[in-house]
């Protein structure tokens, strides 16, 4: 802990005096984040060091293996976190980022490591379609690394659909104010890519190219058309 204290200290003595400016229109004003993202809780994922924001810019929720489970389920701390960033705070953007060397992704290619964690095994079940997926779909030849690659990549897929299923997303995509984006964080590299969702393929960030999204914003839609019954 005493780096831990020592970085407390730094951050009051050093740090605050140089922002505080910054944090005082955020204590007067209230936050307006642009982005909500849903990451791992992984230490080494730090959504934003990864987009160097500053405070006040993400509202972030994480969680082991970056997990939104699904609205008919059990009601908890990350559709809550959906509903009031969408709802209260008003946010376009909605990222999903996994990254590389995922204990959670780890823990599903070996479901014995998790007989002692049956929390963990229980959370984990939100991910068995991105596992069922690589089973089914991917080569039997996948390497250890490509496996855990293509899993974390899936995960984001399934857990962009899960994203779907909140109301307050629903409603969103149908008004053409979200935009939907899946991000997967390679550790060793630094490298980001991104879920292209026409494609359905990641791609890596380049700069000076623009970021391919998951589901964009399109024009308010809406899929019953009542002009005959408007006639009658
Ligand atoms: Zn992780």
């Known amino acids: 802990m005493d780096n831990i204290i020592q970085g407390i200290s730094a951050f009051r003595g050093e740090v605050f005096p140089h922002q505080k400016g910054v944090y005082e229109h955020l204590g007067r004003n209230g936050q307006q984040p642009k982005a909500l993202v849903i990451s791992c809780a992984d230490s080494r994922v730090v959504p934003e060091q990864i987009t160097q924001v500053g405070p006040g810019e993400l509202f972030v ?55 002692r964690m049956p929390n963990v095994a229980a959370w984990l079940r939100h991910s068995h379609a991105a596992h069922t997926i690589v089973c089914e779909a991917y080569p039997d030849t ?23 299923t909140h109301p307050s997303v629903a409603a969103g995509l149908a008004t053409g104010q979200l935009t939907l984006h899946g991000w997967f964080f390679e550790i060793e590299t630094g490298q ?27 024009p308010r839609r809406v899929a019953a058309d009542l002009t005959p019954l408007a006639a009658e």
Do not use: W
Request: charge should be negative.
């Open 142 to 164: 996948l390497d250890d690394k490509q496996r855990h690659h293509a899993l974390a990549m899936e995960n984001v897929v399934v857990q962009l659909n899960n994203l779907r």
């Open 61 to 115: 929720c994480r969680n082991a293996g970056n997990i939104v489970p699904p609205i008919a389920t059990v009601t908890g701390g990350v559709s809550a976190a959906i509903e009031y960033a969408v709802m209260a705070l008003g946010v376009r953007d909605i990222v999903v980022c996994g990254h590389s060397d995922c204990g959670a992704m780890k823990g599903l290619l070996q479901p014995g490591a998790l007989d």
């Open 192 to 218: 980001l890519y991104a879920f292209d969702g026409q494609a359905a393929k990641f791609v890596a960030l380049q700069d000076g190219v623009a970021i391919p999204v998951a589901q964009t914003s399109a």
